[in-house]
C-alpha cells in the first residue's frame, strides 16, 4: 500500500502516533530529498537498522523514472511511504503524480490526516473559513503576480497563498494596489515554531508595519479576505434579509437558514451568519 504521510511543519510534537508507526515500518520512504529524511527520521528517533526503511528519492519533475520502481515495490507487497520536506505530501508538494499512477496501477493508496500551512494559517487568521481557495505558491515575477491577484480580487472567498519571506513585502505592495489598502488580510510566519507570528489587519498597516523591518524571515503564509459586497448587491442583501426575518420567524435554525439563504440569493455565505446575527437582533 502507498501511505501519504504528512509530517510536522515546524514543531516536532505534531507528529502523530500513526504517522510514526508506518514510518517506523515502512519497507521505503519516498522522499523529495533522502539526506533531510534521514535527518527528520533521527530527529523524530525512528531507528534505521539494516538500511531499513529505505530512502529512495521521489520528486514530480523527474518522476517518470521513479514512479515504475515504486509501483513495483507495491506489487511486490512492499509498503511505501510518501512524505515531502514539510507539511502534507501533495500539497504545493510533489506526490499528485505518484497517487496517480499508483491508482492507475490497481495499487491500494491511504492518506493520513496532518499539518498543512494553509489550512493551520486560515484556522489561526480569524478570516472566514467557511470557503477558502488555495492559490498554492503565488508567482515570483512581479506582473505575474498582480495578474493573479486580478484574478483572485473578486473572489468572495477568503484566498490562502504561499510566499516566500524574501517576496511578501511586494506581495503585500501589490495586495494594496489590486485589493485596496482596506483589504483584510493574515500575515502567518514560522507557524508551530518558537517565532510563530500572526499579523492581522488592513493589508496599507500589516504591509507598512513588515516593510519597516530590516529583514523578514521565515515560511509565510499569505491570507486574504474575501471581496465584500458590491453596492449593487445590497439588493440582493435587502431581499435576503427579509428572507432571514421569516425564516427565523418559522423557528429554522441559523445553518439551516444559511443553507437556504445561499441558494437562494446571491450573496457570500461567509457574511451571511453575521447578517442573521444583525436582523434578529
Ligand atoms: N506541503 C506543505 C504543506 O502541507 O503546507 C507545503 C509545502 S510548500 C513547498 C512550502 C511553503 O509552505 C512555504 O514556503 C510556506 O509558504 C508554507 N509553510 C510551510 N511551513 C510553514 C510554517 N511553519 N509557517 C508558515 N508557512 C509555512
Not at 509498503?79 to 495499487?107: F, K
Not at 493574515?186 to 493589508?203: I, N, S
Not at 458590491?230 to 439551516?256: M, P
Amino acid at each position: 500500500m502507498l501511505v501519504i504521510c504528512p509530517t510536522p511543519i515546524g514543531n516536532l510534537d505534531d507528529i502523530t502516533a500513526r504517522q510514526r508507526q508506518v514510518l517506523k515500518t515502512a519497507d521505503i520512504i519516498a522522499c523529495e530529498d533522502t539526506r533531510r529524511a534521514g535527518k527528520l527520521l533521527e530527529r523524530l528517533a525512528i531507528e534505521r537498522s539494516q538500511g531499513r526503511p529505505r530512502l529512495w528519492r521521489y520528486d514530480d519533475h523527474t518522476a517518470r523514472g521513479q514512479v515504475e520502481p515504486i509501483v513495483e515495490a507495491l506489487k511486490e507487497g512492499k509498503s511505501v511511504v510518501l512524505i515531502s520536506d514539510a507539511g502534507t505530501p501533495t500539497i504545493s508538494d510533489p506526490g499528485y503524480r505518484l497517487v496517480r499512477a499508483c491508482r492507475q496501477a490497481g495499487q491500494e493508496v491511504t492518506a493520513l490526516p496532518g499539518p498543512v500551512a494553509a489550512v493551520v494559517a486560515l484556522s489561526g487568521s480569524g478570516l472566514a473559513s467557511d470557503r477558502f481557495y488555495f492559490e498554492g505558491f503565488l508567482p515570483g515575477n512581479r506582473a505575474e503576480r498582480q495578474g493573479r491577484l486580478m484574478a483572485l480580487e473578486g473572489l468572495r472567498t477568503t484566498v490562502v497563498a504561499y510566499e516566500s519571506p524574501r517576496r511578501v513585502v511586494e506581495a503585500l505592495r501589490d495586495v494594496v494596489e489590486v485589493c485596496g489598502e482596506e483589504r483584510e488580510v493574515c500575515v502567518a510566519r514560522e507557524l508551530t515554531k518558537v517565532h510563530e507570528e500572526y499579523l492581522v489587519g488592513g493589508v496599507k498597516k500589516v504591509y507598512e508595519e513588515l516593510a519597516k523591518r530590516e529583514s523578514v524571515r521565515g515560511e509565510i503564509v499569505l491570507c486574504i479576505a474575501a471581496a465584500q459586497a458590491e453596492e449593487d448587491d445590497e439588493e440582493e442583501w435587502k431581499e435576503a434579509d427579509r428572507a432571514i426575518e421569516v425564516l427565523h420567524g418559522q423557528g429554522l435554525s441559523a445553518r439551516t437558514i444559511k443553507d437556504i439563504v445561499s441558494e437562494l440569493y446571491d450573496v457570500p455565505r461567509s457574511q451571511i451568519y453575521d447578517r442573521i446575527d444583525t436582523v434578529i437582533r
